[in-house]
């Protein structure tokens, strides 16, 4: 089993949702480590920066919108 904590996670659709940022710095190793093995039990992963979510919500809102429309296909 894994323990892993993610920024976010929809169950319903299998994503995770990481915003990096300052508090990421030296996280770099382990982020990709984890998303590595959180990917192989099928997670997809959409990665914002911290300023795109602070400045530009309603850009990270249309990548979400696109890439939930394009998994329902």
Request: aromatic share 12%.
């Given at each position: ?9 929809c ?16 996280n ?11 990917q ?25 919108e696109g ?7």
């Amino acid at each position: 089993m894994l323990d892993f904590i993610v920024d976010f996670y929809c169950h319903e659709l299998g994503l995770a949702i990481e915003v990096d940022g300052c508090s990421h710095n030296d996280n770099y190793d382990y982020d990709d480590q984890r998303q590595h093995e959180l990917q192989q039990y099928g997670i997809s992963f959409i990665r914002f920066d911290d300023l795109e979510v602070k400045k530009d919500m309603p850009s990270v809102l249309r990548t979400l919108e696109g890439w939930i429309l394009d998994k329902k296909g």
